[in-house]
C-alpha cells in the first residue's frame, strides 16, 4: 500500500512539530515560577515528579507480561532517565533564571555540535568537512547571541548551563531513537521520567539541590495565575505531551531526522517568549540564532553525507 508508506513520515513530522512547540513552552512555565520565588530544583523535580505519576498507570498497564524488555533495557532507560530528563531539565530550569527562555532553548539545540567534538576528541577521527563548517557557524551563533547588544550581554552561568542542557538534548534523541528493546514510545518514557524523578528527588531530599516554592502567583502574558496553573502547564503540556509525542516521531522518522524536524523548537521559544514574556530579541541576537539553527543543522547534514559515502561499495 503507497499511501501508507508516504502516511508514516507525514504522521512523525507532525508529532515532531507538535513535540517541538509544547516542549518550547516549558522555558515560560518555569520562568514565571522562578520569578514567583520557586527554585530551579523544585521546579524540575516537581515537573518530573508529577509527570512520571501521570504515566505510572499507563507504564504498568502496557508493560505487563513484558517486564523481561525492561530488564534487558536496563542501559538506554538509565541513559534516558539521567541526561535526557533529569540533567537536561535540571539544567535548562537553571539556565532561565540568568537568560531568556528562547535563548537557553536556542544553547541547548547544540547538542549535535557538542556529542560531534566528543566523539572527536574520543576516536580521533575527523568529522565530514561539511560537518566541522557548521560547527564553527554554531560556535559563531553562540557568540552572536551571548554578545553586548541593546539588552546586554548574556550571563556566563545561563550559558554553562544551557550547554551542560546540550548534552542531554543529545541524549534524548539518541536513546529516544532506539527501538531494539522493543518497549513502545509511554511506557519508555515513563520509565525514564521516573529514574529522573527518583535521582531529582534524592538531591532533593539530602539538601544536594535546593527546593524552594511559593505560593505566590506566577505571571504568564500579563496574567497573575495560580501556581498550580503553571505547574500543570508545565507537566501535562510541556513534559507528558512533548516527551511522548518527541520519542513516537523518533521512532518514526530516526533520530537524524526527528532531530532536524526539533530544531522547530527554538524557533517555538521565540515565538512564546515574545508573546507571553514581551520579550524581544536583539538583531545581533536573532542573527544569532539563525546561525546556530543554520549550523546545527549543516553539523547533521554533514553526518548524513558521510554516512552514505561509507555505504557505497569500494
Same mark, same amino acid.
Given at each position: 500500500m503507497p499511501g501508507a508508506s508516504r502516511a508514516i513520515p507525514v504522521t512523525g513530522f507532525l508529532l515532531a512539530v507538535g513535540s517541538a512547540a509544547s516542549f518550547a513552552l516549558s522555558g515560560i512555565f518555569a520562568s514565571a515560577l522562578l520569578d514567583a520565588g520557586w527554585s530551579a530544583g523544585a521546579a524540575a523535580t516537581t515537573r518530573i515528579t508529577l509527570a512520571a505519576l501521570v504515566l505510572a498507570a499507563p507504564t504498568v498497564l502496557a508493560l505487563r507480561g513484558q517486564w523481561n524488555l525492561v530488564r534487558a533495557a536496563w542501559r538506554p532507560i538509565l541513559l534516558f532517565g539521567l541526561l535526557a530528563v533529569a540533567g537536561?531539565?535540571?539544567?535548562?530550569?537553571?539556565?532561565?533564571?540568568?537568560?531568556?527562555?528562547?535563548?537557553?532553548?536556542?544553547?541547548?539545540?547544540?547538542?549535535? *555540535?557538542?556529542?560531534?567534538?566528543?566523539?572527536? !576528541?574520543?576516536?580521533?577521527?575527523?568529522?565530514?568537512g561539511l560537518t566541522l563548517v557548521g560547527a564553527? *557557524?554554531?560556535?559563531?551563533?553562540?557568540?552572536?547571541? !551571548?554578545?553586548?547588544? !541593546?539588552?546586554?550581554?548574556?550571563?556566563?552561568?545561563?550559558?554553562?548551563?544551557?550547554? *551542560?542542557?546540550?548534552?542531554?538534548?543529545?541524549?534524548?534523541y539518541a536513546a529516544g531513537a532506539n527501538s531494539d528493546h522493543g518497549i513502545p514510545p509511554i511506557p519508555f518514557v515513563g520509565l525514564g521520567l521516573a529514574v529522573g524523578a527518583v535521582v531529582l528527588g534524592l538531591a532533593s531530599a539530602t539538601g544536594l539541590l535546593p527546593f524552594a516554592v511559593t505560593g505566590n502567583p506566577a505571571v504568564i502574558a500579563g496574567a497573575e495565575l495560580p501556581p498550580a496553573v503553571a505547574v500543570a502547564g508545565m507537566v501535562l503540556i510541556s513534559t507528558v505531551l512533548s516527551y511522548v509525542l518527541g520519542v513516537a516521531a523518533s521512532r518514526r522518522l530516526g533520530a537524524t531526522v526527528a532531530s532536524f524536524t526539533g530544531y522547530s523548537e527554538a524557533m517555538f521559544g521565540i515565538v512564546w517568549t515574545i508573546v507571553l514574556l514581551a520579550v524581544v530579541p536583539t538583531r545581533v541576537q536573532w542573527l544569532g540564532a539563525a546561525l546556530i539553527i543554520a549550523g546545527v543543522v549543516a553539523v547533521k547534514a554533514g553526518e548524513i553525507l558521510r554516512a552514505r559515502g561509507s555505504q557505497r561499495p569500494g
Open positions: 537536561c531539565q535540571l539544567a535548562f530550569f537553571l539556565a532561565v533564571q540568568f537568560i531568556p527562555p528562547s535563548l537557553a532553548l536556542l544553547i541547548e539545540f547544540m547538542g549535535p *555540535v557538542v556529542l560531534m567534538l566528543w566523539l572527536w !576528541s574520543r576516536t580521533r577521527v575527523a568529522p565530514a564553527a *557557524v554554531a560556535v559563531l551563533g553562540l557568540v552572536a547571541i !551571548s554578545g553586548s547588544g !541593546s539588552g546586554g550581554a548574556l550571563h556566563p552561568l545561563g550559558i554553562a548551563f544551557a550547554l *551542560v542542557a546540550a548534552i542531554g538534548n543529545a541524549a534524548y
